[in-house]
C-alpha cells in the first residue's frame, strides 16, 4: 500500500539555525499538508499547498515558515531561523483531491528537537 | 468546522466492540464526518468518514443519527493494538483538518 515518507525521522537543531523537513507524498496526490504536534498537545494545522501556490494557512505559518514543492516528488518545510518553541512532531500529510473525496494520509512525522 | 465533543477516555476489553461517540450538534449540511487516530506519537491514521449514511471499511463502522447531530465510530472486534486516541473531526471537503483532544481508548487483556 503507497505511504507517505517524512525525511529525517528526528532533527536536532540549535536555535536560530534553518531546518528542513521534506515529505514525499503518495504518487498521484496534488493536495499536500503539514502539521505539528507539540509534546503533549493537540495536532496542529499549519498550511496546505496545491497547484505550487498555498491554498490555506493557519496563524501558526508566519514568516519563518515555508513551503516548496523543489521538485516532481519532494514536498519540503523550511523552519528559516529556529526558536525552542518549534519543537514538535511535525506530520506531512497528502490528498489525491482538493475536493470531493479527499481524504489526508498522513506520514510518520519528523521530530524537531531545538536546543 | 463545526465543533466535536468526545468523552476524554474509554476502556474496552480485548475482542469485544469499542463504540466511540461523538456529538456535532452545529454540522453543517456540506461538513463530512471523518475518525482518525493516533498511536503513541505516530501519524494520524485514517479510519473512515462518511456524510448521512453509515458507513463500513475493513477497519470499523461509523453510524452516523439521521439528524447528523452525532455519530458513533464501531471497532467490532478490539485488539490491543487498537489502544490510541481516537478523532472526530467535522470537516468541509478540501480544507485542513481541525484536531480536538480526541477520545482516548485503552484496550484491555
Known amino acids: 500500500e503507497p505511504e507517505v515518507t517524512q525525511t529525517p525521522s528526528h532533527q536536532v537543531t540549535q536555535m536560530g539555525q534553518e531546518v528542513i523537513l521534506r515529505c514525499v507524498p503518495i504518487s498521484n496526490h496534488l493536495y499536500f499538508y503539514w502539521y505539528r504536534q507539540i509534546l503533549g498537545q493537540k495536532v496542529e494545522f499549519l498550511v496546505s499547498?496545491?497547484?505550487?501556490?498555498?491554498?490555506?494557512k493557519s496563524e501558526i505559518f508566519d514568516d519563518q515558515f515555508s513551503v516548496e514543492r523543489p521538485d516532481g516528488s519532494n514536498f519540503t518545510l523550511k523552519i528559516r531561523s529556529t526558536k525552542l518553541e518549534d519543537s514538535a512532531m511535525y506530520f506531512c500529510a497528502t490528498t489525491e483531491l482538493g475536493w470531493g473525496t479527499d481524504t489526508q494520509y498522513f506520514g510518520p512525522g519528523t521530530r524537531l528537537t531545538v536546543l | 468546522d463545526a465543533k466535536t465533543t468526545q468523552p476524554t477516555s474509554m476502556d474496552c476489553a480485548e475482542g469485544r466492540a469499542a463504540n466511540l461517540p461523538c456529538n456535532h450538534s452545529?454540522?453543517?449540511?456540506?461538513?463530512?464526518v471523518y475518525w482518525y487516530r493516533q498511536i503513541h506519537s505516530q501519524g494520524p491514521q485514517y479510519i473512515i468518514h462518511?456524510?448521512?449514511n453509515n458507513e463500513t471499511n475493513e477497519m470499523a463502522s461509523l453510524i452516523i443519527t439521521e439528524d447528523r447531530k452525532s455519530s458513533t465510530l464501531i471497532l467490532p472486534h478490539a485488539t490491543l493494538r487498537d489502544t490510541a486516541v481516537y478523532y472526530c473531526i467535522v470537516r468541509v471537503q478540501g480544507y485542513a483538518l481541525n484536531f480536538g483532544k480526541g477520545t482516548s481508548l485503552l484496550v484491555t487483556p
Open positions: 452545529t454540522i453543517s449540511g456540506n461538513e463530512y
Open positions: 462518511g456524510l448521512k
Open positions: 499547498f496545491y497547484n505550487n501556490e498555498i491554498s490555506e
